[in-house]
């Protein structure tokens, strides 16, 4: 499978142990392909034109939707193309928060959110005058259910949370995560970014009201995403972008917007970055997500077990992990390590991944994360782990 990957090699043709999938995945030559034939021989307009080429652009841009739909479980008419998952869950604060939540209501995140996942909903509470509870984790930094069961009210309007850690990799019990934002009558958003690209994904099964994600973590292009909106909340929600394409009819006096998706797809849209997204999604469900999952869990299984038995090393979150794997050596900084492994051409993420408040809580201002995806394989666990040998060396720590 690694070839093909054009970009796992280095630029002297040496195989790239490539770690930092969870940032931004690698493209097979299906995605690079379908972008590039859409920029060139098919590129047009789409929505607008009268003549074939943009009649045939406007069908894939739309089987896009489809395809992106088909990846989740949801309806076409529910998929709505944004920039990635933070524009989508802007989007779902500026239009859907503004319009149900006031002053008093309360948003429920937890702890290991990533930064778009709880800014957007800062602003909202800032704006409408809501107040913003954070749920603890486990002692295996998992989301406590038990204690969002406790906390939750009659006031709280949403809840919010990952569906998988970006920085530990634990999934969420999003059923049961639904069925408690449901009893108190409140809505659940999840935040996809790190699942659709390690597991079977089915958003009825999951019964959560929102779901968003971006296609570059998904083996896509950057500049897209998706959100996800149950049809009857999608269909009640305020456009929140104006422009071209998401309007019935204009005037000076009164604007009219189109219903469904269009609505919150102001201007002219990321027309190859769709295509290419639905490219990168029919390679993903040719591979197999509940396949790539297993795959994954392996990696994920011998790097916990050979770190564990280090004794200067911590390492973060639950066992059962989809493909993240973080840790921190004692007296050695991440980014040294993270810099001492890319001289032997392994990538790894090194910092607070955009998750500040979870580095609070884990009392450390950034671990190191190595995160897998369907390419990495049992060679690239052991770079890791022969860097971490020599930059323990370099440190003076022996092995
Ligand atoms: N949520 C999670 C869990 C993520 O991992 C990321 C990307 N690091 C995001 C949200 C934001 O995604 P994007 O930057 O593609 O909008």
Same mark, same amino acid.
């Given at each position: 499978?690694?070839?093909?990957?054009?970009?796992?090699?280095?630029? =002297?043709? *040496?195989?790239? &142990?490539?770690?930092?999938t969870?940032?931004? $995945?690698q493209?097979?030559? #299906?995605?690079?392909? +379908?972008?590039?034939?859409a920029?060139?021989? =098919?590129? *047009?307009?789409? &929505?607008?034109?009268?003549?074939?080429?943009? $009649?045939?652009?406007?069908? #894939?841009?739309?089987? +896009?939707?489809?395809?992106?739909?088909?990846?989740?479980?949801?309806?076409?008419?529910?998929?709505?193309f944004?920039?990635?998952a933070?524009?989508?869950?802007?989007?779902?604060?500026?239009?859907?928060?503004?319009?149900?939540?006031?002053s008093?209501?309360?948003?429920?995140?937890s702890?290991?959110?990533?930064h778009?996942?709880?800014?957007?909903?800062?602003?909202?509470?800032?704006?409408?005058g809501?107040?913003?509870?954070v749920?603890?984790?486990?002692?295996d930094h998992q989301?406590?259910?038990?204690?969002?069961?406790?906390?939750?009210?009659?006031?709280?309007?949403?809840?919010?949370?990952?569906?998988?850690?970006?920085?530990?990799?634990?999934?969420?019990?999003a059923?049961r995560?639904?069925?408690?934002?449901h009893?108190?009558g409140?809505?659940?958003?999840?935040d996809?970014?790190?699942?659709?690209?390690h597991?079977p994904?089915?958003?009825a099964?999951?019964?959560c009201?929102?779901?968003?994600?971006?296609?570059?973590?998904l083996?896509?292009?950057?500049?897209?995403?998706a959100?996800?909106?149950r049809?009857?909340?999608?269909?009640?929600?305020?456009?929140?972008?104006?422009?071209?394409a998401?309007?019935?009819?204009?005037?000076?006096?009164?604007?009219?917007y189109?219903?469904?998706?269009?609505?919150f797809?102001?201007g002219?849209?990321?027309?190859?970055e769709a295509?290419?997204?639905?490219a990168?999604?029919?390679y993903v469900?040719?591979?197999?997500?509940?396949?790539m999952?297993?795959?994954?869990?392996e990696?994920?299984?011998?790097?916990?077990?050979e770190?564990?038995a280090?004794?200067?090393?911590?390492?973060?979150?639950?066992?059962?992990s989809?493909?993240?794997?973080?840790?921190?050596?004692?007296?050695?900084?991440?980014?040294?390590?993270?810099?001492?492994?890319?001289e032997?051409?392994?990538?790894?993420?090194?910092?607070?991944?955009?998750?500040?408040?979870?580095?609070?809580?884990?009392?450390?201002?950034?671990t190191a994360?190595?995160?897998f995806?369907l390419?990495?394989?049992?060679?690239d666990?052991?770079a890791?782990?022969?860097g971490?040998?020599?930059?323990?060396?370099?440190?003076g720590?022996?092995?």
């Amino acid at each position: 499978m690694r070839s093909d990957f054009p970009g796992l090699v280095t630029k =002297d043709g *040496a195989p790239w &142990h490539y770690l930092d999938t969870a940032a931004t $995945a690698q493209k097979p030559r #299906a995605v690079i392909e +379908a972008m590039s034939r859409a920029l060139g021989q =098919d590129y *047009a307009t789409v &929505h607008r034109g009268v003549y074939s080429r943009s $009649a045939d652009m406007t069908l #894939a841009y739309e089987n +896009a939707r489809r395809t992106i739909a088909s990846l989740i479980g949801g309806g076409e008419d529910e998929i709505v193309f944004t920039r990635g998952a933070t524009e989508a869950i802007n989007l779902v604060a500026k239009s859907w928060g503004k319009a149900n939540l006031k002053s008093g209501d309360r948003i429920l995140l937890s702890q290991l959110e990533h930064h778009s996942n709880i800014v957007p909903w800062q602003m909202l509470a800032q704006e409408v005058g809501a107040h913003i509870d954070v749920v603890p984790l486990t002692s295996d930094h998992q989301i406590d259910l038990d204690a969002a069961e406790a906390m939750l009210t009659e006031q709280h309007k949403l809840v919010a949370f990952g569906h998988v850690s970006n920085v530990l990799g634990g999934v969420l019990d999003a059923k049961r995560a639904a069925d408690l934002a449901h009893k108190v009558g409140a809505k659940l958003l999840l935040d996809g970014c790190q699942a659709v690209a390690h597991m079977p994904v089915d958003v009825a099964a999951l019964d959560c009201d929102f779901y968003v994600f971006s296609a570059h973590k998904l083996y896509g292009p950057t500049g897209i995403g998706a959100l996800w909106a149950r049809s009857e909340i999608l269909l009640e929600m305020p456009a929140w972008e104006g422009g071209g394409a998401m309007i019935d009819r204009v005037t000076f006096e009164k604007t009219t917007y189109a219903s469904g998706p269009q609505r919150f797809e102001a201007g002219t849209p990321a027309i190859t970055e769709a295509i290419a997204f639905a490219a990168a999604t029919h390679y993903v469900q040719s591979v197999g997500l509940g396949a790539m999952h297993e795959a994954e869990g392996e990696l994920v299984a011998r790097l916990r077990r050979e770190l564990t038995a280090m004794n200067d090393v911590t390492v973060y979150g639950p066992e059962a992990s989809a493909g993240i794997v973080s840790f921190t050596i004692d007296g050695i900084h991440p980014h040294d390590l993270g810099t001492i492994l890319d001289e032997a051409n392994v990538a790894i993420r090194a910092g607070h991944h955009c998750a500040q408040p979870l580095m609070d809580y884990l009392g450390v201002p950034a671990t190191a994360r190595a995160s897998f995806g369907l390419y990495s394989t049992q060679e690239d666990v052991t770079a890791l782990l022969e860097g971490i040998a020599r930059t323990r060396r370099i440190f003076g720590k022996g092995i």
